[in-house]
């Protein structure tokens, strides 16, 4: 499978726990994005990464959140002390260069 | 004023008609415009990208747009119940990343 991998698929953890997310981009892509979505609601950028830089993130992310991407391939999203607010679909993109950006199939976090 | 808006709908279309979805942005140095199409509980799959004024046709999908408008829309041709689905618009500005519209949310009724 050549598409973009994100794990687990599904994520329940108790409130006040951490959280760890991970994300395979397309092996050809340089540049990684992750977003998180709520129902009814489009997509809200996070973070985004060029090879292993993280050249901007949101206002709307935490210091509960920190995104790496070591040696510009796959990234992980930490989510520390989770609340119930945090609870959402957690996707990731990628792309080669700024063109078309492909998704994964997202990680589903349920905070209780 | 959000970056991206679109009609949350729903919006109704009979099968085999024109679907009509439109979007509006606000940075002017917008470069690049994306449609996806999100079924319930997966993930955006990209359908159509569009760079430079006018219209893009690929298959029954036609994306137009114009930039001193600042509009894109997207026209979807014989439509069919397959097609109902969220169409999520998404433009990436001068910052390169990708801002999303909340959606439109599509039905085709057979």
């Known amino acids: 499978d050549t598409g973009v991998s994100q794990d687990p698929r599904h994520k329940i953890t108790k409130r006040g726990q951490n959280v760890t997310f991970r994300c395979d981009p397309i092996s050809e892509h340089n540049r990684l994005y992750w977003y998180r979505q709520t129902l009814g609601q489009g997509p809200e950028f996070l973070t985004y990464?060029?090879?292993?830089?993280?050249?901007?993130k949101s206002r709307l992310l935490s210091d509960r959140f920190s995104a790496e991407r070591p040696k510009g391939s796959f990234s992980t999203l930490e989510i520390q002390r989770t609340e119930q607010g945090d609870s959402a679909m957690y996707l990731c993109?990628?792309?080669?260069?700024?063109?078309?950006?492909?998704f994964g199939q997202g990680t589903r976090l349920t905070v209780v | 004023q959000k970056e991206v808006e679109q009609n949350s709908g729903p919006l109704s279309v009979p099968e085999g008609a024109i679907a009509s979805l439109n979007c509006t942005y606000s940075d002017r140095v917008s470069q690049s415009f994306f449609w996806y199409r999100q079924y319930s509980g997966k993930s955006p799959e990209l359908i159509m990208s569009?760079?430079?004024?006018g219209d893009k046709e690929d298959g029954r999908f036609t994306a137009q747009l114009n930039k001193a408008s600042q509009y894109v829309s997207l026209l979807i041709r014989d439509s069919q119940p397959s097609d109902s689905a969220t169409y999520l618009c998404a433009v990436r500005g001068g910052a390169q990343k990708l801002v999303f519209g909340q959606g439109t949310r599509l039905t085709i009724n057979p």
């Open positions: 993109a990628s792309s080669f260069r700024p063109t078309e950006a492909f």
């Open positions: 990464f060029q090879n292993e830089a993280q050249l901007e």
């Open positions: 569009i760079y430079s004024n």
